[in-house]
C-alpha cells in the first residue's frame, strides 16, 4: 500500500487491488510496520474480539523516538487514558457512564436547538454567490454540537476546533512526525487544562451534560479524578469533530457529484435516513482504525506475533464486493446491513445515534432549502488525512 498523493485524492482502487491480493498485508508504512485487513469479514471480525485484539495501541504511536520520550510522556499518558484506547475492565466501566449522555431520549432532546443552529449558519450564506460548505457549516456545527452536550460555551469553538485539528493531523499520519506530536501534545494539554479549570465550578452541577455526568461518576467512584477524567473530557470533544465534519463533507460532495441521487432525495426524503448511512459507507470518515494482538496467532496462513499492530481497513471492508453489491456504487436507497464506519463491537461509536441525527438535520435542511445546489470546483480538494478523510473545502453555489 502506497500512501502517496494518488491515494489521498482516492484510496479505493488502492484498496480494490489489496483486496483483490488477499485478505492481509504486511506494510511497513504504518508505525514501523503493521498488519493491512483488507475484508468486511476480517474487519468486523477484529473489531468485535477484544480478546486477541486490544485497543491499547498509543504506546509506540506517542513515543516513536527516544528523544522523544521524556518530552511526550504526559502526552502519552493522557491519551492513553481515553476510553477509545482502552480494554475491559475499565473501558466497559467508563463507557457505561457515558452510554446514558447518548441515549436516544437525551440526544431527541438536542434536536431542536440543532435543527435552530443549522438554519442561523445556513442564513449567513449566500448561495446564489456561492460559499465554502466546510468552512461555512461542516466545520462549526459539530463543535457547537459538542459544545451544547457538555454544555461548554460554543464561543470557545474555535479552540475546539483548533485543538482537534492538531490532534486529527497527528493520529491521521501513518508515521506522525516529531513537530506534529508535539503539536498534538500541546493541543491535548490545552482541552485537558480547559476542563481542569471547568470542573470546580461543575462539580456540584445536576445538569445532564456529559460533563456532569463524568463528574457525577467520579463522586460515585465510578470514575478516577484527574487524568482518568481530563482524559475522557477531551475524547469527546475531539472524536465528534473531524468525523462528523468529513461525513457532512463527503456527503454532500458525493450527492452533488450525481445529480440523480440528489434530485431522488428530494422527491424522496424518507430515503434520507438509510441514504446518511450509505454516505458513511461510501465515503468513510475514518478510513482504519488499529488494534494490538494480544497472542501470538496465525490468520489466513500468516504469523502474527503478540504486540503486533494491526490496521483494520474500515473504508475498504465498506467497499468489499463479498460484502456490499456493486460496492463502488452510492445508490441512496441501498439498506447497507453491517455497516463499519462507526466500527463494531465495544468500541462501536458511542456517537453514531447523534451523528446520525445531526446529518439527516443538515442535509434534510440543504435538500429543502437549495434544491438547486451544485458544486462550483470540478475536482474535490481533498485535505489528505490518511485516516479522517475529509475536503479542506467544498464551494457550492445554488444554480
Ligand atoms: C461521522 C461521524 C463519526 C464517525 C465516522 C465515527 C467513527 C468512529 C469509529 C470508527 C469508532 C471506533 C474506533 C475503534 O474501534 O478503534 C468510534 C469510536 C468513538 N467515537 Fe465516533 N465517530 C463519529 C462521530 C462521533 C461523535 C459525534 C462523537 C461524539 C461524542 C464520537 C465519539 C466517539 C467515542 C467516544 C468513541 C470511543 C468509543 C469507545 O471506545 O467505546 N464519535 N467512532
Not at 488477499?22 to 510496520?33: D, L, N, Q, T, V
Not at 480478546?51 to 527516544?66: D, I, L
Not at 457525577?216 to 475522557?232: F, K, M, N, S, Y
Not at 447497507?336 to 458511542?350: D, R
Request: charged share 25%; with cysteine.
Amino acid at each position: 500500500m502506497i500512501i502517496d498523493a494518488a491515494f489521498r485524492a482516492d484510496p479505493y482502487p488502492t484498496y480494490a487491488a489489496l483486496r483483490e491480493a488477499g485478505p492481509i498485508h504486511w506494510s511497513e508504512e504504518f508505525f514501523g510496520g503493521a498488519w493491512l485487513l483488507t475484508r468486511h469479514a476480517d474487519v468486523e471480525a477484529v473489531l468485535r474480539d477484544a480478546v486477541r485484539f486490544s485497543a491499547q495501541r498509543t504506546g509506540g504511536w506517542v513515543m516513536q523516538s527516544r528523544a522523544a520520550r521524556s518530552e511526550l510522556m504526559d502526552f502519552q499518558q493522557l491519551f492513553a487514558r481515553a476510553m477509545l484506547f482502552l480494554d475491559a475492565p475499565d473501558h466497559t466501566r467508563i463507557r457505561s457512564v457515558l452510554n446514558a449522555g447518548f441515549r436516544n431520549d437525551v440526544l431527541q432532546q438536542f434536536a431542536p436547538a440543532i435543527g435552530q443552529r443549522v438554519d442561523a449558519l445556513l442564513d449567513a450564506v449566500d448561495a446564489d454567490a456561492g460559499f465554502d460548505f466546510m468552512q461555512a457549516l461542516a466545520r462549526p456545527l459539530p463543535a457547537e454540537v459538542m459544545a451544547m452536550l457538555m454544555d461548554i460555551p460554543a464561543a470557545d469553538r474555535g479552540d475546539f476546533i483548533a485543538w482537534s485539528d492538531d490532534l486529527a493531523t497527528f493520529i491521521g499520519a501513518p508515521i506522525p512526525s516529531l513537530e506534529q506530536a508535539r503539536r498534538a501534545r500541546t493541543s491535548l494539554l490545552a482541552m485537558s487544562g480547559y476542563f481542569e479549570q471547568l470542573v470546580p465550578q461543575r462539580r456540584h452541577a445536576s445538569g445532564d451534560d456529559l460533563v456532569s455526568r463524568l463528574l457525577r461518576a467520579e463522586a460515585a467512584g465510578d470514575i478516577q479524578p484527574g487524568a482518568e477524567l481530563l482524559a475522557q473530557c477531551a475524547m469527546l470533544l475531539f472524536a465528534g469533530h473531524e468525523t462528523t465534519r468529513n461525513l457532512l463533507g463527503n456527503g454532500l460532495q458525493a450527492l452533488l457529484a450525481d445529480p440523480v441521487s440528489w434530485q431522488r432525495l428530494q422527491r424522496e426524503p424518507a430515503l434520507l435516513p438509510g441514504a446518511v448511512r450509505e454516505l458513511l459507507r461510501f465515503d468513510s470518515p475514518v478510513q482504519y482504525t488499529g488494534r494490538r494482538v494480544t497472542a501470538d496467532l496465525v490468520l489466513h496462513g500468516r504469523q502474527l506475533r503478540r504486540g503486533d499492530l494491526v490496521v483494520a481497513l474500515i473504508a475498504s471492508a465498506n467497499r468489499d464486493p463479498a460484502r456490499h453489491a456493486e460496492p463502488d456504487r452510492l445508490d441512496v436507497a441501498r439498506r447497507p446491513g453491517g455497516l463499519l464506519s462507526f466500527g463494531a463491537g465495544p468500541h462501536l461509536c458511542i456517537g453514531a445515534g447523534l451523528t446520525l441525527m445531526e446529518a439527516e438535520i443538515v442535509f434534510g435542511r440543504l435538500l429543502r432549502r437549495f434544491p438547486r445546489l451544485q458544486r462550483v470546483d470540478a475536482q474535490p480538494r481533498w485535505s489528505g488525512n490518511a485516516v479522517y478523510r475529509g475536503l479542506g473545502a467544498l464551494p457550492v453555489r445554488q444554480a
